[in-house]
């Protein structure tokens, strides 16, 4: 929220103008501010945000015409200013605090966490106490107990990070990060923060997955904020996660389950004269997903070439291009139609 839209909001709370759920979100930054302790920011910062805030009730003040109104509005502006100040200083604690990597650390009490950050510019490999292997990218920082507790493993994720959890169905796995919850018994997959207007995502190599939202993202919780519905993630799919909804729909480079799995496999990719229908049937079973036509026509057609050693999509896309048809991913399945 930038300072024209706080301003705006506490205009509407002045005159009465605000939902409930915003009211109780302005109260409760008040409440907070009379309560915090600033403690941890100089004497030289706070003069600076003191020199601000009354720059912008002088001019505030200058453009209302009724006094009495400027009177009754000043204490909110004051308060406006002081949050935005907060917000670009960077020294504020409750401005910068990341409510859900606190809370992670709070549910963690008692426990030895270790912090590992990767500042390199290649991916960096380690293992957790109970086997589970990591693969944190360039950037990216993850918080973890030195050993976990007895009934459940959790980690936080800042940035990148690639997961093979050991299995213990006694002991669920979960990742958190600001926006998102994975909770696994034993698989592989990806989490991504969000970052530069990319959405917080979750990619399934191996096994399933379930991802909540974290509402702990929040510095208030607020009774009626719109909650995403959790979602249960198979192997080749993904969740996505922007304004407060998870979506599925399918990872970037699917993969066979015989591959991520590490099995033998004996699937043949050489196809002679074999009808679309035959060949969209080896594929769901390859790669765990749904490619499907409600077209009898397309499905009777019959195709001739070698789709080994090219990616999901590159197969559809050379038997798809040899009728004249299309794909469309929607969901979690390909659906297979006339181009027209």
Not at 3 to 20: A, F, P, V, W
Not at 123 to 135: A, C, E, N
């Amino acid at each position: 929220m930038n300072q024209k839209s706080l301003i705006d909001l506490l205009n509407r709370y002045n005159n009465g103008l605000c939902t409930e759920a915003e009211k109780l979100w302005v109260d409760k930054w008040y409440h907070n501010l009379n309560n915090r302790n600033f403690q941890d920011i100089s004497s030289a910062e706070l003069a600076a945000m003191q020199d601000n805030i009354w720059q912008k009730i002088n001019q505030d003040t200058e453009q209302k015409k009724s006094v009495s109104k400027t009177r009754k509005l000043w204490p909110k502006i004051a308060i406006a200013a002081s949050i935005m100040i907060a917000f670009f200083i960077g020294g504020l604690y409750m401005a910068n605090r990341n409510n859900a990597e606190q809370s992670f650390i709070d549910a963690n009490e008692g426990l030895s966490l270790l912090t590992k950050t990767n500042e390199g510019s290649e991916p960096i490999y380690f293992f957790l106490s109970d086997s589970s292997r990591v693969k944190l990218k360039p950037n990216a920082t993850i918080i973890y107990p030195e050993t976990f507790k007895t009934n459940k493993r959790t980690v936080y994720l800042k940035g990148d990070a690639f997961f093979e959890v050991s299995k213990n169905r006694k002991k669920p796995f979960y990742v958190y990060n600001q926006n998102i919850i994975v909770k696994v018994l034993g698989t592989s997959f990806h989490v991504k923060s969000a970052k530069n207007g990319i959405p917080a995502q979750v990619a399934v190599r191996t096994g399933k997955v379930q991802v909540n939202e974290n509402e702990e993202s929040s510095l208030f919780n607020i009774s009626d904020k719109k909650v995403a519905k959790p979602i249960l993630l198979k192997p080749n799919q993904k969740g996505v996660f922007a304004n407060h909804n998870l979506n599925k729909t399918l990872v970037d480079k699917p993969i066979p389950l015989a591959e991520a799995y590490n099995v033998a496999t004996s699937v043949n990719y050489n196809f002679k004269e074999e009808s679309l229908k035959s060949i969209f049937e080896t594929l769901t079973e390859a790669y765990g997903i749904d490619i499907i036509s409600n077209n009898e026509d397309i499905l009777a057609y019959t195709f001739t070439g070698d789709l080994s050693n090219k990616g999901l999509y590159e197969q559809l896309d050379l038997v798809c291009g040899s009728i004249s048809s299309k794909y469309q991913i929607k969901g979690t399945s390909i659906v297979v139609s006339n181009k027209n």
